[in-house]
């Protein structure tokens, strides 16, 4: 049996599939705007399986980093075609950062070979009264606003990037699974870079698994992994001493970056006094090509 610091780890692996990534850097006057900018973008958008498109926030950008000497956010906004994520950028960038005050959006993925033309389909909005122009040798709009004028980078990057990496916290209780999700949130956000957790605060209580056992859905209710069915179903994967499990998921720019957060947030997590396992979401290699092993995450023999 796997262990880490005294806590059982299920020999599994989170299974993870590609989607294509964008990736935006909002900046604004003060911090507050920028994040204020960054949350209302990646609203509604924690799974894919109902959402309109994956997407959080990956971190705050100092002003000596940004193109326009503003404290800037990173945020990532996933999808499964090009075409949608186009959308969705234009959507998100369009209605939840143009519309609040003092920001601008440029390009966190210069050197990708993809292409979106975001801003130039936004321009559009000045109503012909737009303006081309370069900021920090980018190429911009200058978009005039109520408020005085909205600058977007002409077009952003998309890269193949890597969705779904997970893990399960199995715990005693509610209060010591909670406690220990909320650890591995703020290690990952401390400590990761090139990720997103897309469920609300990073932490995700509703597991899904593909296809349903009675009805006609593309996911329902994670079934194995629900203690108050664990008395009752023949296929339960929760042991008799969990009451609460919680998960963990996790989106990034490549597997490796990915893997890495997995292993800070389960590191966090099994600090917490009452938590009995770390397990991980996978369908037997249906679901996605990638895989990411607990065992070579934490690096255990």
Known sequence: MLRY???????????????????????????KWALTAARTATGFAASII???????????VQPNKTPDGRVGMLIQIYHTTRRDLKT???????????????????????????????????????????KRDTVAGRKVWRIPVMEGEFIVEDNFGAIMAVASGNFLILAESQKAGFQAAEEAVEAISQKAQGVIMPFPGGICRSGSKVGSMKYKLAASTNHPFCPKLKKILPDSQVPENVNSVYEIVINGL????????????????????????????????????????????????
Request: hydrophobic share 45%; aromatic share 6%; with cysteine.
């Open 50 to 60: 109902m959402s309109p498109a994956e997407a959080g926030i990956e971190g705050m």
């Open 5 to 31: 610091n005294g806590v059982e780890i299920e020999d599994t692996f989170a299974e993870m599939f590609p989607m294509w990534a964008g990736r935006i850097l909002i900046t604004a006057d003060n911090e």
């Open 88 to 130: 969705q950028m234009s959507l998100r960038i369009g209605q939840c950062i143009m519309t609040c005050p003092t920001t601008a959006a440029f390009d966190a993925l210069p050197e990708a070979k993809r292409r979106l033309k975001v801003g130039r389909s936004l321009r559009l909005f000045g109503d012909g009264f737009q």
């Open 254 to 301: 490549n597997s490796k970056v990915v893997k890495g957060a997995m292993a800070e947030g389960i590191k966090a997590a099994v600090k917490v006094p009452g938590v009995v396992k770390i397990s991980a979401g996978n369908f037997g290699g249906k679901l996605g090509p990638f895989r990411a092993y607990l065992k070579e995450v934490l690096e255990l023999e």
